[in-house]
């Protein structure tokens, strides 16, 4: 209910002040700076299915932009241009407008929706108990957040799409790999184009806490994006990006909002990114446009990163194959097949790379995969048995947390297939110290871990 929803303070509100104010001024002078600095007009402004003619999208922007802390206090309830959904009514967005009234008999109004049980919830159960906790999508009662509260979380339709893609992008086995060089490096990089009112920011950032992520969108989006985040996460650092000037390699650690003209100066910069992620936008921008963020996608992760996108094909619409552009920049493509999600309605999931990425995920990805170094004279140690379900392994360096589940393992005649099946399910996990791995046993939840088995 819109009163269970966590009421906001001064400092989260002159946060989001700062951010409103910084995109105010980069719309209002944004043609001006693109046609001063003989930027690409056709990639920078919006285009595709953003042009803004009659967008009922702008309607909300600017309510959101000009309103009071109320109207702030209720942002999700405006947000239904990027997933579709309107959480006001709990319904399909089509052919509805983004703002309405919402008046003190909402709650009374929601009570009677809610009775009624709701397709999402039982989508959202079936697909979050194939996902380790650490990746469940858990959005905060802030700002109208509303849905039915199942097992602790606020469920609604968007808790369940952005849940989808945190299935996917875990059964890739890119969740796994990037913790591993999370722990190995202290630091990882997110990239994430198109990316909405913030929802898979908060959830890779709550499982990857030493990520820096940047979200490169248009910054009429982003006002959505950095008011969101900077209230869900007041503990971060969070810079919104005006000019080309301002555009540096990702800030460790915090959220960087790239308004989508000034993606050219973050890859002129020289910037890395271990994980570019795109869902369901690609598909609404010009070929161009996809053309131009696929050759600068490649620099950006040049050998040592991975794009992940999940786009439809849009032809039928006027709009294009993403698809069919990507391929021009990037020499290897590995589509991800989902055990828990159908990727008929949202698009076919891909990975693309500068380097192969046959054979399994984990070991592709990291150039020195742990379980590789075990050689034959290494001999497993057992330093703690059932956490939670788990064992926990030291050989040759490397600490296991290994569910019991999996019976016996002999780590001399395991294939890197049966390794990486077990890490994808949540049932391995390999790390370089002992508290890591007890780390990961300790978050697991026993039911889980049977269930998996
Ligand atoms: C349908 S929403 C998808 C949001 C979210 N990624 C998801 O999976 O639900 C499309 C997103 O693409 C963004 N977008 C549209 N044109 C863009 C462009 N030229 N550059 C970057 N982002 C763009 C929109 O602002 C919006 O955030």
């Known amino acids: 209910m819109l009163a269970d929803n966590r009421a ?16 105010r001024r980069v719309v209002t002078s944004r043609e001006a700076h693109v046609r001063q600095h003989g930027l690409d007009l056709e990639f920078s402004l919006p285009g595709g299915n953003w042009t803004p003619d009659a967008h009922d999208f702008l309607v909300a922007y600017r309510h959101l932009l000009d309103g009071d802390s109320e109207i702030t206090s209720r942002l999700r309830l ?12 709990m319904s399909p967005g089509c052919g509805k407008q983004s703002v309405n009234e919402i008046d003190e008999y909402y709650d009374d109004r929601l009570r009677e929706i809610l009775r009624v049980p ?11 108990a194939q996902c380790p906790d650490r990746f469940r999508f858990r959005p905060q009662p802030i700002l109208g957040e509303v849905g039915w509260l199942v097992d602790g979380v606020i469920v609604n339709h968007d808790t369940y799409a952005y849940q989808e ?13 990037l913790e591993r060089r999370e722990q190995r490096t202290g630091q990882v990089r997110i990239l994430e184009i198109g990316g909405g009112y913030g929802a898979l920011a908060a959830a890779l950032k709550r499982a990857f806490p030493l990520s820096s992520y940047t979200i490169c969108d248009l910054p009429e989006s982003l006002l959505f994006s950095g008011c969101y985040l900077r209230v869900a996460r007041p503990d971060c650092a969070h810079l919104t990006y005006e000019t080309a000037q301002d555009v540096v390699a990702p800030q460790p650690f915090g959220f960087q909002y790239l308004p989508n003209f000034l993606f050219p100066a973050l890859v002129g910069a020289g910037a890395t ?20 963020y696929g050759e600068g996608i490649s620099s950006l992760i040049g050998q040592g990163g991975v794009l992940f996108e999940q786009n439809q094909d849009n032809r039928h619409m006027g709009l294009c194959y993403c698809k069919d552009h990507l391929a021009e920049s990037f020499p290897h493509r590995r589509t991800v097949r989902s055990r828990t999600v159908r990727q008929v309605e949202n698009g076919i999931t891909d990975l693309w790379s500068n380097f192969a990425l046959d054979g399994t995920l984990g070991a592709q990805l990291d150039p020195t995969p742990a379980v590789d170094r075990i050689s034959t004279g290494d001999r ?11 064992n926990i392994v030291e050989i040759g360096g490397n600490f296991f947390a290994l569910a019991q589940s999996i019976g016996p393992v002999d780590f001399h005649q395991t294939s890197e297939r049966e390794w990486n099946e077990w890490i994808v399910a949540g049932r391995c996990f390999v790390g370089s110290s002992f508290e890591a791995a007890m780390a990961f046993a300790s978050s697991q939840r026993k039911a889980g871990v049977e269930q998996a088995a």
């Not at 947000?79 to 006001?88: D, E, I, V, Y």
């Not at 893609?165 to 790999?177: M, P």
């Not at 570019?276 to 996809?290: C, D, I, K, Y």
């Not at 497993?380 to 788990?390: A, E």
């Open 118 to 128: 709701s397709e999402w919830v039982a989508r959202w159960r079936a697909i979050v």
């Open 8 to 23: 906001l303070g001064h400092v989260e509100f002159a946060s989001v002040r700062q951010h409103k104010d910084a995109i």
């Open 380 to 390: 497993p140690l057992l330093r703690k048995q059932d956490v939670k379900g788990f």
């Open 78 to 89: 405006y947000a239904q241009a990027f997933s579709g959904h309107q959480l006001l009514t």
């Open 165 to 177: 893609r945190l299935n996917l992008l875990h059964e890739s086995g890119l969740l796994t790999w």
């Open 273 to 292: 990114y271990d994980l570019v992620v795109n869902t369901l936008s690609f598909s609404e921008m010009t070929a161009h446009q996809v053309r131009t």
